[in-house]
């Protein structure tokens, strides 16, 4: 299969690579860059699990093609904590037992990063929008809520 480069900023770095042309950003996230972060569940665009933000949009890595990303900011959870600093979302989820098996955490970690990102006071409903894609195994949708709530409560405090 024809091998086609692919350059893209991952989580503040840039990252250049040969991709076989038709693989998915989640294969070359994981087999070639090695950004485990990014859970591979369904391979179907159903879970979330791979859910990564592109150019700041929330997209599904298992049916993104590697090769349509060249130029784009990606970014994963493995980029949301700084110098060893939780991201607020990441601290809500840890003290709001958010995190349950932790397998839908990645994704539901940057489905609510998209949310805060564009609307930082969102409504419970907002919340439950974001992540209606993103299939929790555990059933603790709750939690998850709860914990991105808490988290937008922690900006506006920040930010004031």
């Not at 970014?75 to 904590?81: K, P, S, V």
């Not at 609307?119 to 419970?124: E, H, M």
């Amino acid at each position: 299969m024809a091998k086609v480069p692919v350059q893209f900023t991952l989580n503040g770095e840039e990252k250049a690579e040969f991709v076989e042309s038709g693989a998915t950003l989640l294969k070359a996230l994981r087999d070639k860059i090695g950004d485990m972060s990014v859970k591979s569940g369904c391979q179907q665009g159903t879970c979330g699990s791979c859910s990564v933000l592109i150019d700041g949009e929330i997209r599904l890595s298992c049916l993104t093609l590697a090769e349509t990303c060249s130029g784009t900011v990606i970014e994963t959870t493995a980029g949301l904590a700084e110098s060893g600093v939780l991201h607020p979302l990441q601290r809500a989820f840890n003290e709001g037992f958010a995190t349950q098996c932790g397998f839908c955490t990645p994704g539901m970690l940057m489905a609510a990063k998209a949310l805060l990102d564009r609307n930082p006071q969102p409504s419970r409903e907002d919340v439950v929008d974001a992540i209606a894609g993103n299939i929790c195994r555990c059933t603790g949708y709750e939690p998850i809520v709860q914990a991105i709530l808490a988290a937008s409560r922690s900006n506006s405090v920040n930010a004031a």
